[in-house]
Each structure stands twice: as structure tokens, then as C-alpha cells.
């Protein structure tokens, strides 16, 4: 049988993660179409037909006449919206409401960039620019800064629980954490608050499946700007669970 | 007479309340304007961090609706829209219509805000002069407007077949990438013109003549501060003419609000 949702990926995709755990928190049933970037899948003209901004993700809800929405944070707020009946991840106070909002729109305007753009300067920019990875990793602080002050006062972003607020924030937050701060950089100690709520999250079932998912989805393309291996070449040397989720990609494709 | 029922808190070097001044006057509303002195860091005070803890501009309080805070310029758009445009006339009722709207509220938010203020940051702002980041973000800009420019290709407007929140949020971050971003001999009639329409269309509507106008008489040279590389205290200190006249209009109004 056939999912009702179709969400189209990449490995190497930060934005995807927290549909999925949605999805996984409410029980849904999704297709999974990953797009080869090295191909460039995600700029034909038929995916553009979908999404004109020629990015991922991108959702298509069958149960739904096929419709399709992009934009993550539009995508998760259409979920939610649709299928958390019992608004578990959702507010129902007109505030509150408000709230979420405002944290959804900082997650996507604020953290995705920001971080996004210490990423690009740190890994993928045709020369290094010192001054630039500082201005970004600087912005990761100061945003850092942000949620800890506002998390000192309370635990969850809104409506005193776990919304699908928190849940966009987990990813670039975690990412950052690992790969774009200095080593010897303590979130604990610097930001204790933000910690606390970031490892609580950490902490849900959904998010250490999508994390392990991640993992098993990715074959090293996480990792690729680092090695500087392509797609393709990864794809040729790649063994065991690398291998495996190559060889399960390639069977489903089939 | 009854005072507004909404208070605006900006700073006139800001881009992102330009559309909410823009909505407040389509729907007729009236509002308070509290300018922030960003050379004194009014936006850094515990006091407006309690109202805004990201510390930046806008934030919009509705007196109207027990001094409720809002602040991230689109969600104030879309709280400031969904409560006062009973008539919908710029939003639309359509449930797919409403996703598309989001969409297009968080692109603006995520691509255009973001993208079009780091091209800004890297020309005029940052610590030293870096070529190859300019000409990502340029490169990104008119990676964008080909993205506005195929969609609008299709279509008028945005969403709903007619100018609702989505097509205004637009407006400002656009006008200033083709002012002072791009190069001066980018032609965007010739390389988007569908894109170039549809913002023509937009900044004849009177509301945007007249917020462009008010941002102009409100400026008193901020906006082009990081040209001149005046300090805004400098600027207060030397303004003459229209410049002049606006700072006595904030210092007057400073003094009517501390007395009200």
C-alpha cells in the first residue's frame, strides 16, 4: 500500500529532518524520494514544477489531490495542521498561536541562514575567509544567546510544552554544536538553559530515529565537503552500512 | 480622541517594518511609531529585550488586545492582517490559497530577508572588503528574483490571483537589492520582466508611495549612513532641510509620548 505523503529529500539536507520527525510523531506514513544533487535532480524542470525554488524539501500529500507545499516550516505547519488532531505538537490559545508563529519564522529567517551560511564559508566557499566564518559563528552565539535567555524563563518555546516549535530548531542546532563552533566550545556552560532544552529534545524517541535514519540515509554525503568525494565516487568505494543503504536505495528505485 | 491602537517599534535604517507600515495603512489603522536610536543601542535595553528578545526591529504591541507583543516582521504581518482585515481583502480563505500564502511568507523570510541583508552586510558593513562573498550573494539575489520571475510568469500575484501579504512582504528587500546591491547597469526589465511587472505594479500602489515617501522623510541620511560611514549622533548633529525637520518631528514626538 502506498503512503499518503511523498517527501522529497537529500542526504545532505538539514531542513528535511523535522518533517520527519513529525510525521513519526504522529504516526504517519511517508514516502521517501531522495534527489541526487551531483545530478542535479533538484533543478529539472519537472521538480521545479513542484517546488520553483528548486529545493528541498518538498512535500506531496495524495490524500490530498497531490497537493504540494514547500518551504519547510510551511510544510511542517501543514502537517501539523492536518493531521495532529489532538494538537499534541500544536497551541490552541490565539497567543499562543501567535507565538509559535514568531518561533517559526525566527527558525527559518534567524538559525537556518545563519547557520547555513557558517557552513558555506567553513566548507563549501571557493577560498577561505576568515572574517566571514567569525561574523556567522558569531551570529550562532549571539542566536545561541537568545534562546538561552528566553529558555531561562521557561522550557519549552511555547505553550509550556514540546510543540512543532522546538522541533524546528533541532537539527542546524545540533549541527552547529558539532560541526561549526570551535571544539573546545562549551554549550553547557555558555548557554546552560538552551543545553537543556536542546538535549531534552534529543532525548524524544522520534528524534534518535530520525537521527539514526539520517545516518543510515546519508552513505557519506553528509561528510562529502569535507572529503571532497563526490556523489558518484562515494557511491563506487562505499562498504558495509554505507554499502547497504546504497544497494536498499538502488532496490527501492528499482 | 482615542490614541492608536497599535505601537510600531523600528529603526529607520531597518528594512523589515516597511511592509507592515504598508499593511497598517491599507487596512486604515492607526499606530504609534517608536524609533529606536540604534548608535545608543535602544534595541539592546533589558526593557525592549523583554519585549523582543531577539533585540532587533520591528516589534509591534497591540494596546487593542491587552498589550500583546509580537515581534519576527512576518508573523507580526500575519497577526496584524488576520485580526484587522475582516474583509480579506489581502488574504485569502481558500485552505489550499492559506499553505501558499505561509510559503510564501517564510520564503521571503528565509531567502529573500536573509540572502538580500548579507549581500547588504558584505558591501557595506562588514570589517573588510571580501569579493568573492559580494558575488555569492549577489549571484543569490538574481538567483531568487529568477525564482519570483518564473513563477510570475504564470501568474499576477503570488497567491489567490490577486496582491495579498505575500506579494507586499516583497517589496522593500527588492527595491533596495535593485538600488544598491546589484550592479548599476543590471537591466531587471530585460533579464526578469515578469518579476520587473509585478514590483513596478507594487510600488504604484499608493500605501507603498506613500511608506517609501514617509521612510525617506524618517531617514534624515541613516540609510545611506553606511555610505557616508557618518555616525548616526553625527548625522543628528549636522542634518539641515528636510533632514532637520524630520529629527524635530521625532524629538517632538519623544516628548509628546514621555508626556502622555
Not at 529567517?109 to 547555513?116: A, D, E
Not at 558555506?120 to 571557493?126: D, L, P, R, V
Not at 550562532?140 to 514540546?162: A, E, H, P, Q, T
Request: hydrophobic share 40%; glycine share 6%; proline share 3%.
Amino acid at each position: 500500500m502506498s503512503a499518503p505523503l511523498t517527501l522529497y529529500l537529500a542526504e545532505s539536507g538539514l531542513n528535511w529532518f523535522k518533517l520527519v520527525v513529525l510525521m513519526e510523531e504522529l504516526g504517519l506514513e511517508y514516502n521517501e524520494v531522495i534527489l541526487d544533487f551531483a545530478k542535479e535532480e533538484h533543478k529539472t524542470e519537472e521538480y521545479r514544477k513542484l517546488n520553483p525554488n528548486g529545493r528541498i524539501p518538498t512535500l506531496v500529500d495524495h490524500s490530498n489531490n497531490d497537493e504540494v507545499i514547500w518551504e519547510s516550516n510551511a510544510i511542517l505547519k501543514y502537517i501539523a495542521e492536518r493531521y495532529d488532531t489532538e494538537k499534541k505538537l500544536l497551541v490552541t490559545d490565539e497567543k499562543e498561536k501567535a507565538n509559535l508563529d514568531t518561533w517559526l519564522f525566527y527558525q527559518a529567517s534567524h538559525q537556518g541562514p545563519t547557520f547555513g551560511n557558517c557552513q558555506w564559508f567553513m566548507f563549501y566557499h571557493t577560498e577561505k575567509l576568515p572574517s566571514a566564518v567569525l561574523r556567522f559563528q558569531g551570529e550562532i552565539k549571539r542566536i545561541f544567546g537568545v534562546l538561552n535567555d528566553v529558555l531561562s524563563k521557561k522550557k519549552w518555546l511555547v505553550g509550556n510544552k514540546c510543540t512543532i516549535a522546538d522541533l524546528a530548531f533541532v537539527k542546524y542546532n545540533d549541527y552547529a554544536i558539532h560541526h561549526l563552533l570551535p571544539t573546545d566550545f562549551n554549550v553547557e556552560r555558555e548557554f546552560p538553559h538552551l543545553a537543556a532544552w536542546h538535549n531534552a529534545l534529543m532525548d524524544r524517541p522520534t528524534i534518535k530515529y530520525a537521527f539514526q535514519h539520517m545516518d543510515e540515509l546519508d552513505v557519506g554525503r553528509e561528510r562529502q565537503h569535507v572529503t571532497g568525494v563526490t556523489h558518484s565516487e562515494f557511491a563506487r568505494n562505499a562498504t558495509g552500512v554505507a554499502r547497504r543503504g546504497i544497494a536498499a536505495e538502488a532496490a527501492k528505485a528499482g
